[in-house]
């Protein structure tokens, strides 16, 4: 975690800041000679949204998912779980999914795989981030195909490469994240650390919870937006983030069932805990 943070600096510091109108040359194809050579020994953080789409793609569920393929390193300036592709134990530490003939899940690959050799990076991480975000390229020495001669700038490769529903769905994860939580230090007791990985990264655990619990007799939830939880991945990873502002942040993106308010509220008065009538 030390050289991310290292290499972290040294881009805010060092590299240069490009936007989408700049332009670069740079193509990956079966010829280059360095074929396949970035993918191994790499660390590539795994968002919600791709754990979401590599699943699906080997057809497996998150939780297996997650066992077979991932790690989660542990360390004391984590403010939430993060979760890594977990590479293979062979000299080269070779991606899973790579082959002579190429990546196995391309059409699934994860946000980082896609960006490459393009990143990006905000000055500071706030939540108004957006605005001081800028790109810059990842120039490797094993890396030849930026001695090809196919230009681009940084607007056309991301159309290329899939990259605007990767960052549509990544804005729900990042603004989780980038929380005034987080950033004015705060910290995730364990139970709550189960539930940001649950909700976030392990969906077939957590449908099975919403549905096989007393959830719904305690959040009010239409039947409409039930039957599209019970089906679609990317509803139910939307679903999640609210109910973890809901259930961490205390935001009011859930609507507590009115008997259970009521109940709480007679609990909190004999408590002595409040005094006026709770908000319905």
Known sequence: M???????KAILDEYPRLSEESKFCFKCHPDVPCFNDCCGDVNIFLTPYDILRLRKNLGITTDEFLKKYTISPFDKNLKYPVVMLKMEENEKKSC???????CGVYEDRPWACRMYPLGLASPKETDKAKEGEFYFLLKEDVCKGFKEEHEQNVAEWLEDQGIK??????????????HDFFQKGGNLPPEKIEMFFMACYNLDTFRRFIFGSSFFSKIEVDDETKAKLKEDDVELMKFGFDWLRFAIFGEKTMKINKNVAISKEKELRAKGKIKNKIDE
């Not at 899973?96 to 190429?102: I, K, T």
């Open 96 to 102: 899973p999914f790579v082959s002579d003939a190429g």
């Open 165 to 178: 529903e990767y960052n549509r769905m990544g804005e729900y994860f990042k603004e989780f994240t980038l």
């Open 2 to 8: 030390k050289e991310i943070e290292r290499l972290k």
